[in-house]
């Protein structure tokens, strides 16, 4: 959904209209669900208000509908033109859409940074390196031991850091140190398996 909309409440329902004229129930159009439902709930209410209310309820619904317009602007990431429904007046909501904007699933987002490669490579081959050599001393003094006591705990080591490499993996700063954490563990093992066999 692109800018240059105008939030509408015509006959209880709300409208998305076009500068031409064209009007799309929202329903129709990219948007939550529950946005949807508060919009057309906004112009039932205002419809209510027209046959009767106070000017002071009026007001009321006035605001809401302004705050309406203001989350479809943030939801769209564009401008939407708000026309009150009491006064007749347009109000301009949000800010005019970058052109440096880039779309992701139908919505504008913030142009995406850099990827800091040689900070980030540098975290995470830090994090391989702690996390490499704690294991293997901790598994050599197990081994010690006993040999399957070892095995089971470098096990165990590495399914309770599984779920959070997995989930750390797509954040921006935490997946080094994710990536860091996972070559770690591999390090640790091929270094056991090694040990093993000299």
């Known amino acids: ?26 329903a129709r159009l990219r948007l939550p669900e529950a946005l949807v439902t508060a919009l ?11 046959t009767g209310e106070s000017a002071q309820t009026g007001e ?15 939801e769209t990431g564009g401008r939407i033109g708000y026309v009150d429904p009491f006064s007749g007046e347009l109000a301009q909501i949000g800010r005019p859409r970058s052109a440096q904007a880039v779309r992701r699933r139908g919505r504008p987002i913030a142009p995406v940074p850099p990827t800091p490669w040689g ?27 006993n040999g ?11 399914a309770g850091f599984a779920p959070s490499i997995w989930l ?25 398996f090694l040990s093993t066999l000299g």
Do not use: C, K
């Open 60 to 74: 009321i619904v006035s605001r809401r509908g302004r705050q309406l317009a203001m989350r479809l602007a943030a």
């Open 40 to 50: 057309h709930e906004w112009a039932s209410v205002a419809e209510l208000v027209q």
């Open 119 to 145: 900070t980030g490579l540098m975290i995470s081959a830090v994090i391989a390196a702690i996390v490499a050599i704690t294991l293997v001393v901790v598994s050599q003094g197990l081994a010690d031991v």
């Open 148 to 158: 399957f006591l070892a095995v089971f705990v470098n096990i165990a080591i590495a």
């Open 168 to 192: 750390g993996r797509n954040v921006p700063v935490w997946r080094w140190v994710a990536y860091g954490t996972a070559a770690g563990l591999v390090a640790s093992w091929i270094a056991g």
């Open 1 to 26: 959904m692109d800018a240059g909309w105008e939030l509408h409440a015509r006959s209880g329902r709300a409208v998305l209209a076009r500068p031409d004229g064209t009007e799309h129930d929202p």
